[in-house]
């Protein structure tokens, strides 16, 4: 089946690259843009990152070779991609490299007057015959990626990618190994799983969100979570009559003992 033509809308702008290249930073407009596919594409970039200080790669990532200008040039599997086993959309996987490549940013040096404008990765190529791809990172971008500050949790991406509901897969990553309970703004967890807008009734999302990913995560994954409601003070304060609507969430991280390896 032939690639959907890229749409002039569907092409991003260049986006200043701050200090430090977060995971949020990066996952807010590619999970906007592009979805579970370009989100995973940078999960592979981080753990490349991350694993080539200790020079052993996960089975995903086949190669990751640096180059004479300190580009990386790396090779993974095109199944670290996919849903799931049964998923072999390539169309949407080459789609989504092609729209990847065209993710720019923007770095200006003040100290040395210098400005660069670099693409996220480069000189993509696909081999549906042995089921890999090779794409390049710049060196500024992979700098970026291993300067990172400490935003992401640590995940098995092994447990993570088996996980086909996109909503269940964000919510693992964000609890997984968090010994601690945390509180976000229920507005905030939505755009965080990209449902901004989405289910204006709490019952909704409630339902259709956050039980079916508990109910997933205890069935499948090392980590899953227990929540609570709460109201702000802001809330309480802001309240006319009647009991004010709940607009906080706690999460409660728990150890899955039945699925310890």
Known sequence: MANKKIKKKDVLPAYLMPDHLTESYLLTISRRSFGMYAERLLDL????????????FSSSILSCTQESDDARKIEFSVRHLLANNVDHNYATVEQTLSQMSQFHFQIRSEEDHIFRDRQLITDVTV?????????????????????????????????????????????????SKQKNPITYHIEEVKKMLGCEGKYKRLNDFISRVLDPAVADLKASADWYFEYELKISVERLNQRKKGRPSYDLITFFPKRNITQMS
Do not use: M
């Open 45 to 56: 970039l981080i753990l490349a990152a991350k694993q080539e200080t200790t020079g052993v």
């Open 127 to 175: 081999y549906e015959d042995r089921h890999t791809c090779c794409i390049r990172v710049q060196p500024e971008v992979w700098e970026a990626l291993q300067k990172r500050e400490g935003t992401i949790r640590v995940f098995n991406p092994n447990t993570a990618y088996k996980l086909t509901s996109g909503h269940t897969y964000h919510l693992y990553k964000l609890i």
